[in-house]
């Protein structure tokens, strides 16, 4: 890279919680700058989440979502002689948790539930219960690497 290194931006925790994957959480799950709007949507979603779960806290739950469904390793296309090679490498810490939230919003979103909220605890319940769509995208990555680990010679 030729210039400097981005500066990363200050988060600030969310004010129910006062959690800062939460509000990265929010600011995923927002459309159009509407913040207020998607923290009422996760709010009623972890609120969902706490009925149907009455045994443990809602942000544990929300939080062994995220790591269930947050992967170890993704694949990169590399071109090596003409011929292009799916090469596994680790993901970066930054990286599992952005993927993650976007899994688990995206899979969210089209669900059959009524409501967004209802659709995001349903899928933050199943995650965490490791099922659901965002899970089997991560079981899915995780095959991929397996499946081409023959090629990971090729990265440096």
Not at 10 to 23: Q, R
Not at 112 to 120: F, G, P, S
Request: charged fraction near 30%; charge should be positive; avoid cysteine.
């Amino acid at each position: 890279m030729r210039r400097r290194q981005a500066k990363k931006h200050t988060i600030l925790p969310d004010p129910k919680f006062k959690d800062v994957m939460v509000t990265k959480f929010v600011n995923n799950l927002m459309l159009h700058g509407k913040k207020s709007v998607a923290f009422s949507i996760f709010y009623d979603a972890i609120d969902i989440v706490q009925n149907k779960v009455q045994d443990e806290n809602p942000i544990d739950v929300f939080k062994k979502a995220l790591t269930n469904v947050s992967p170890g390793v993704e694949v990169r296309s590399r071109r090596v002689g003409g011929a292009t090679f799916q090469i596994p490498t680790p993901v970066r810490d930054a990286r599992k948790q952005s993927l993650a939230m976007k899994w688990l919003i995206g899979y969210a979103r089209g669900r059959n539930e009524k409501t967004m909220a209802q659709k995001l605890a349903a899928e933050i319940i199943s995650a965490s219960k490791e099922e659901g769509a965002a899970f089997k995208k991560k079981e899915d990555m995780h095959r991929m690497a397996e499946a081409n680990k023959a090629f990971s010679h090729f990265r440096f």
